[in-house]
């Protein structure tokens, strides 16, 4: 009986939680958020599961964490050095028809990546891509020549840009 009530009680809070932060916290996950959504999971299965852990001490715990997460967030979202320490900038593996050697290197990914990247996007080959990136979320984007433009939405925040 203990874990229905706990169960119960611990999602609905969750989701009225999440509900009140925003879709921040479901939005595509960046490291911090994926730490975030762990931490969560684990203090929502230990109070469902431990007979010991009174309901409000539950409570204070999801609403500490999804807390913690808006904090961060609303930092993050000002700029500054708080963006710069949680957020990992996109990195550039392909770019203007080579591969970013140092950036596969340093992110562990190989240019199988890079060509799963292009596959997965709808081509069969690297010809006529302009840039490959690993994103913030850990996703590859792929761009093609001619969605290219001026590179002002790409450039400017990719590590490993040769300009």
Known sequence: M????????????LVLLLRISGARTMASMTPLDFVVAVTLGSAFGRTVTA?????SQA???LVLL?????LLATVRYRG????????SPPVLLWYDGALVQESLRRHRMTEADVHTAAREAGHGSLAGLQAVILQQDGSLGVITADGMG??????????GHPA
């Open 66 to 70: 999804v807390g913690l997460q808006w």
């Open 59 to 61: 409570v204070a715990a």
């Open 51 to 55: 007979v010991d852990v009174p309901a």
């Open 150 to 159: 001026d590179g002002s939405t790409v450039l400017p925040y990719v590590e």
């Open 80 to 87: 500054g050095w708080m963006r710069r320490a949680v957020d």
């Open 2 to 13: 203990h874990t229905a009530v706990m169960g119960t009680a611990g999602f609905l809070v």
